[in-house]
C-alpha cells in the first residue's frame, strides 16, 4: 500500500507554493510597515506553557494537544497557538523591559480537531502581538493592521464586529449572573461544561457543542456589566476606528472564555451574497504574562488562518494563475554544448534572471514546448554552427522572432528585455 499523509494535514505542491508565497509576502510587507518585526518561536514546547498560557479546562488544551515525552521524560507538545508561546519567548528574552514590542508570525500550530474545509490539523497562522499599551490605541491598531492586511490581497467586503468583555473590576458581577442563567440550563450542556460550570462558568462561553451555543445565544451579556472603565476603553477603541475610516458594529456573541482575557474581542468578518465568514479574531489578553509568571503587561493582537484565508481568495478568483517562474530557458543542440549552456544560463542569473537549462538533452522541439510550458519570455537556442561563430540565437517567445546575438552579450540583452515584477 503506497504511503499516505496523516488525516488532517495537506501537502503544498509546487503548483500551490505561488499563492502562499503572496500572502507570506503581503503578511511580511503589511506588519512591518506597522513597525511589527517578525518573531518565530520553537515547533514544540513545554506543556506547562499551554496549559498556564492558554489554561486548564480548555477545549485546546484537554483534548487537542499533540503531547509527547521525549526520550529524557519531558513532557512536550507541539505548538497548538503561538501567542501563550511568544509571551513565553518575550519572558525568556527578557524582551519586557522596552515597550511598547510589536510582534508578528507566520507559524505552524498543531490540533487534534476534525478535519474541516479550511480547518486542519497543522495549520498555518499569521498573527500580531503588541505589547505594553493599555489604552485602547494599540487595539484599534492591531484591527488597522488586520484589516490593511485583507485589503492589500484584494477582499473589500469587510466588517469588523467589536465586543468587549470586561476586566477583573467588572468580571465578577457578569460571571454570577452568566452562571445563574448557566444553571437554569444544566440539563442542556455538555458533560464538559457542567463540569466547568463548577470552576469557571466564562469557559463555557468558548465551547463548540451546539446544544452548548444555543444555551449561550441565550446568555446575560458582557456589554451589559461593563464597569466605567472598561466602557471608556471600547468607545475609544470605536473613536480610533472611525478616526482611521474603518466601519465596525458591536456584536455581543464574539467572546472568548479565558480568564486572562480583558475587554476588547474582535472578528473581522468577509461578507459576500450575504454570507458571512470570520477570516481573523483578535483581542485583549492583559492578563496572559502574568499567568505565566511574568510581571503583568498589557497586550492585544489577532490571529488568521492563512488555509481558510486562500479558499476565500480562491473563491473570490483573487489568486492569479500561476505566476512564470522561468524568465528565460536556454536550449542547445549537439551532444558537447550541455557545459557551455550552463555557463550561458549562470551568467543570465547572475544578472537577476530566473534562468532554465536544458539537461535531458531532448529535440529542439521538445526544448521549446518545455519552454512554453514555462511561459519563458526568451528562449537562447545555442547550435553547433553559432558557437563556432561565438553567437547564440535569442527567440522571443511572444513574437516567435529570432536574431543572433554574441554569446558574451546575452546577459545585457535579455536582462533588458526580460519583464520584471
Ligand atoms: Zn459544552
Ligand atoms: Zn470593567
Known sequence: MELQRPRGTQDILPGDSPKWQRV??????????????????PTFEHVDVFRRG??????????E???????????????????AAVARALLQASA???LPLRLYYLQRHFRYERPQSGRLREHTQFGVEAYGAAGPLADAEVIALAQSFLGALGLTNLSVRLNSIGDGQCRPAYRAALLAHLEGHRQDLCADCQRRMERNPLRVLDCKNEGCRRVIAQA?????????DCRAH?????AALSALGISFSRD??????????????????YENLGAQSTVCGGGRYDGLVDALGGAPQPGVGFGLGVERLLLTLEEEGLLEDRPAGTDVFVAWLGGELGPEAMRIAQALRASGLRVEEEILGRSLKAQLRRAQKL??????????????RGVAILRDMTSSQQEEVPIEDLPARVGSAAPRD
Open 96 to 98: 519586557f523591559s522596552e
Open 234 to 238: 471600547l468607545e475609544g477603541v470605536e
Open 220 to 228: 446575560p451579556q458582557t456589554l451589559d456589566h461593563l464597569c466605567a
Open 252 to 269: 455581543a456573541s464574539i467572546v472568548r472564555g479565558l480568564d486572562y482575557y480583558t475587554r476588547t474581542v474582535f472578528e473581522v468578518q
Open 65 to 83: 494537544m499533540y503531547e509527547f515525552q521525549d526520550h529524557g521524560g519531558r513532557a512536550l507538545v507541539l505548538r497548538p497557538e503561538s501567542t
Open 375 to 388: 511561459r519563458a519570455a526568451k528562449v537562447v537556442i545555442l547550435g553547433p554552427q553559432e558557437f563556432l
Open 24 to 41: 507570506e509576502a503581503v503578511a511580511h510587507r503589511v506588519a512591518q510597515s506597522f513597525g511589527y518585526a517578525e518573531i518565530r518561536t
Open 54 to 63: 492558554v489554561g486548564d479546562g480548555t477545549d485546546i488544551v484537554e483534548k
